[in-house]
């Protein structure tokens, strides 16, 4: 049998690059208290060595874990069903690599999962939280706040939270009035609209902006022209029904998520209407379901992806530079016009 090899030590590293074991703890953590000749000569005692810092020490002495939680307030078959979701992993997971941060991916919808979920982060298994998909009665932004937990919102909570807050928005008004006004730019007289739920800002604010072009316009919203859903596809189809039900003689209709647009596609070819030609459709994400709907749908563009990267880097700022001040984004959209509308 083998002699089995001694695991790498700290004081092992110490004596390969001639330096004290403090300078090799502080290279390991990150210091720029150090020369760059120092540094030099430790990386590469750690390389030669093989060694692996112990991590539960390394926290005991740093209070950092390097993990970054991102919450999505959502059971978990939505997180895997709406392309928003997986752009946001993507935009975060891109700026926490080049950090060196750890990603870990939560869920929570019910009141015990939020209540499992909040004693967990707020344990101090995490240096800070994403939280995406909020919705009025989340419990999770107070609870943060509270504890003192870094929490960077992707879009701003309806409910009460605490300041100071940090969050990244899209401009949702300004893209649902983009779209409503195309609408009537081309002519369409009876103007519905699909909206999301209006326990989160998304659904509040594009039917707002909705709301908006059309009182611009000198046509304010009927409300037998607007139906709620959840941005779901199952919930896209019901409220379509509804709103065909209620307006017959619908010729545009804007709807609050691509996925919900493509529902209404679909009851609009089963009930004899055609799209663009006797119901223009608009939809709001510009996901690549958008490029393969039949017709391709025009939509506004928002830059999902883009918005997980600048919450990430707040967060990861803030960490760095715990005085920094918080910082509140928003970013543009834009609409992609092709033949459905």
Not at 100 to 116: C, I, K, M, P, V
Not at 262 to 282: S, T, Y
Request: glycine share 8%; proline share 6%; net charge negative.
């Amino acid at each position: 049998m083998g002699v089995r090899r001694q695991r790498p030590t700290l004081e092992m590293v110490a004596e390969l690059a001639g330096v004290g074991r403090g300078t090799v703890s502080r290279v390991i953590n990150g210091s720029q208290q150090v020369s760059p000749a120092t540094r030099d000569a430790v990386l590469r005692a750690v390389k030669d060595l093989g060694y692996v810092p112990n991590h539960a020490a390394r926290t005991l002495v740093t209070q950092r874990t390097d993990m970054i939680a991102l919450v999505v307030s959502e059971h978990e078959d939505r997180l895997f069903a709406q392309p928003f979701f997986a752009d946001i992993v993507r935009g975060v997971s891109s700026v926490l690599n080049d950090r060196g941060l750890q990603l870990l991916l939560a869920t929570a919808r019910s009141s015990a999962e939020h209540e499992r979920l909040g004693e967990y982060l707020t344990g101090r298994h995490v240096d800070g939280v994403l939280a995406v998909s909020l919705h009025r009665d989340d419990p999770l932004p107070a609870r943060l706040a509270r504890a003192d937990v870094p929490c960077v919102h992707g879009g701003r909570p309806l409910g009460p939270v605490g300041e100071p807050l940090c969050s990244v928005d899209i401009d949702n008004v300004g893209g649902a009035r983009s779209a409503t006004r195309h609408l009537l730019d081309s002519g369409r007289s009876r103007i519905g609209t699909v909206a999301g739920p209006q326990d989160m800002v998304a659904g509040v604010d594009r039917l707002r902006g909705y709301q908006d072009a059309l009182l611009e316009s000198g046509q304010p919203a009927s409300p037998d022209l607007i139906a709620y859903g959840d941005f779901s596809y199952e919930g896209g189809e019901r409220a379509v029904r509804s709103l065909l039900a209620a307006s017959p003689r619908l010729d545009a209709v804007f709807v609050a998520s691509d996925l919900m647009a493509l529902a209404a596609l679909r009851v609009l070819r089963e009930a004899g209407r055609r799209v663009p030609d006797d119901v223009a459709v608009v939809g709001f994400d510009d996901s690549a379901l958008a490029l393969h709907s039949d017709p391709p749908l025009t939509t506004v563009h928002q830059p999902t992806e883009k918005m997980g990267r600048e919450m990430a880097r707040i967060l990861a700022d803030w960490l760095a530079y715990s005085d920094r001040a918080p910082a509140n984004l928003i970013l543009d959209t834009y609409l992609v016009v092709r033949e459905s509308a």
